[in-house]
């Protein structure tokens, strides 16, 4: 039997896959395939509210077109972020 948070893991991981737009399926589902299974409650919360967001919106703080606003900036935020950045992979 599955534990709540184990259920939450994996609807965060499906969600994560299918947001609409292809790129954003790529960028927070690999995220969440590597990651969510190491998140804390406290950080499976803000995982959640990042997936709630226009995928617009992410995706240009992601790629460094929009600076991400303050109540966004989150360590969770960050951690998605370090783990795509190419200058230092978190991941192989």
Do not use: N, Y
């Not at 409650?41 to 226009?54: A, D, V």
């Amino acid at each position: 039997m599955l534990s709540d948070t184990e259920i939450r893991r994996r609807r965060l991981r499906f969600r994560a896959w299918h947001r609409g737009i292809r790129e954003m399926d790529l960028l927070m589902g690999a995220f969440a395939d590597a990651s969510v299974a190491s998140l804390d409650e406290h950080e499976l919360g803000f995982f959640e509210e990042l997936l709630e967001l226009p995928d617009q919106e992410v995706f240009a703080w992601l790629t460094g077109q929009a600076s991400v606003p303050k109540d966004h900036d989150t360590p969770l935020f960050r951690k998605l972020k370090t783990f795509h950045d190419h200058a230092h992979p978190l991941h192989v």
